[in-house]
């Protein structure tokens, strides 16, 4: 009898294996079953009893999927995005999507619905590229805080190692504030609206919707207010669900990296607190140097002491 960490480890292989090749040929399920030193019947077997569906339907469902959400957010024709799914004609590709959604793919899209398909192993889309996967492990807001506190530890041990290979001169020059890999020249409005639309973007890719980043090219204050009145409040709310609901370790493949790599929800949160944290740096900065110095340095430790 097939155990259930080789079923489960040869389910991940084919979900990686898929994830990679979204948007080329996928290889052929014996090729897969090859790599994992299979035949192919038995290679169906151990895939169908840990996603409770065959590797050729879950892969239909997941290329579906990303039809559905491809019809939901640009202008491709219909055809287009059949043959992207791998269909050969837009009949086929009708038929299959009508049997999933209830609906042809142009009615659809006139009144769309969510794009997920049920499935009985929680294996779905998600936008950009790549496929969300239910978590292994239950992750806690504790957790997650000890985390990010590790890394803290962890990246300034980094940070004095490296800083070892400097000269005495190197290590008391002034610093010029270097922003390579996060902002080109940003402004004080760039910041304030790379920090609204951080998460406006977030929330978007949450929801299956693109993000139009052309909204943060000299945007307005009032712009700002009427995004992050919306935008922070969805994205607290998304934090907090979950949070509660123990998923800040649900992962997905982000197919779009080269080779695919795994995110969490929990480390999402981390990336927009730790770039967001730079910005807010930067930004209160500005303000000081105009004469505006009452929020201070922005250290949230009174205000997290303050709110509890």
């Given at each position: 009898m097939q155990s259930v960490s080789t079923s489960t480890d040869t389910f991940a292989a084919f979900v990686d294996s898929l994830s990679s090749n979204l948007d080329g040929h996928a290889p052929r399920a014996d090729e897969l079953a090859?790599?994992?030193?299979?035949?192919?019947?038995?290679?169906?077997?151990?895939?169908s009893a840990a996603a409770g569906e065959t590797p050729a339907r879950f892969r239909r469902r997941v290329l579906l999927e990303r039809a559905a959400h491809r019809l939901l957010t640009s202008d491709a024709r219909v055809l287009q995005i059949a043959l992207e799914a791998g269909y050969s004609s837009n009949e086929a590709f009708t038929r299959a999507f009508r049997r999933a959604y209830g609906n042809a793919p142009a009615a659809w899209r006139s009144a769309p619905k969510r794009t997920q398909?049920?499935?009985?192993?929680?294996?779905?889309?998600?936008?950009?590229?790549?496929?969300?996967?239910?978590?292994?492990?239950?992750?806690?807001?504790?957790?997650?805080?000890?985390?990010?506190?590790?890394?803290?530890?962890?990246?300034?041990?980094?940070?004095?190692?490296?800083?070892?290979?400097?000269?005495?001169?190197?290590?008391?020059?002034?610093?010029e504030v270097s922003v390579e890999g996060v902002d080109e020249n940003p402004t004080l409005r760039s910041l304030l609206s790379r920090l609204i639309g951080q998460m406006d973007m977030w929330n978007a890719a949450l929801a299956g919707r693109s993000y139009d980043f052309g909204v943060e090219r000299g945007e307005t204050i009032a712009s700002m207010r009427s995004r992050l009145a919306e935008a922070g409040s969805i994205f607290v709310a998304h934090v907090r669900d979950v949070a509660e609901q123990g998923r800040l370790d649900e992962t997905f493949v982000d197919a779009i990296c080269d080779p695919p790599e795994v995110f969490t929800y929990g480390g999402m949160i981390a990336h927009v607190l730790t770039f967001a944290a730079h910005r807010r740096t930067l930004a209160i900065g500005a303000l000081h140097s105009v004469g505006i110095t009452d929020l201070g340095s922005g250290d949230p430790m009174k205000w997290v002491a303050e709110a509890a």
């Open positions: 090859a790599r994992a030193f299979f035949s192919r019947s038995h290679f169906d077997r151990i895939v398909i049920d499935s009985p192993n929680g294996v779905h889309f998600h936008p950009p590229g790549g496929l969300r996967l239910p978590a292994r492990n239950e992750v806690s807001s504790m957790d997650l805080l000890l985390k990010m506190v590790e890394h803290h530890v962890w990246l300034i041990d980094q940070i004095v190692d490296r800083a070892a290979r400097l000269s005495d001169e190197r290590l008391d020059a002034p610093i």
